[in-house]
């Protein structure tokens, strides 16, 4: 069973910001279920860094259409996404570190603060995007 699940919920009705986010969630369910299954340190930090990298990507798209476009919340928007790569940058040096284990917290983080940033802050995006030709 999925960790967390797309649905039409989470689509911001622009096709290709809906497959990057169906890529998150797959991404946040590879790490689950690694961290479930006990798999080892390394492997978990490759998922972990894969999910960092991939994150960065889906956030630049967002922001290139954003600024393409003169969103008026773009600054908002920026600072929520580099507040979340912080985030995960400390994730990844807590676990290398042997500072934090990824648990149910960390889990429950990644996949709150994914839906919550998602339906709320993406979703303000979406007309803009689709007033400029985005679908």
């Not at 985030?87 to 919550?116: H, N, T």
Request: charged share 20%; proline share 1%; net charge negative.
């Amino acid at each position: 069973m999925a960790y967390m699940r797309w649905s039409d919920g989470l689509s911001v009705g622009v096709s290709e910001i809906d497959e990057q986010h169906k890529n998150l969630v797959t991404q946040i369910n590879a790490l689950h279920d690694a961290m479930r299954l006990g798999q080892g340190k390394e492997a978990l930090e490759k998922i972990l860094g894969e999910l960092a990298a991939y994150t960065q990507y889906h956030f630049g798209t967002e922001e290139q259409y954003m600024q393409k476009f003169g969103y008026p919340a773009y600054t908002i928007h920026k600072a929520e996404h580099d507040a979340f790569i912080a985030k995960i940058a400390d994730f990844q040096v807590s676990y290398a570190a042997g500072r934090l284990g990824l648990s149910i917290e960390v889990m429950k983080f990644l996949r709150d603060w994914v839906a919550a940033h998602i339906q709320g802050s993406d979703a303000r995006y979406t007309i803009c995007f689709r007033e400029h030709g985005l679908s």
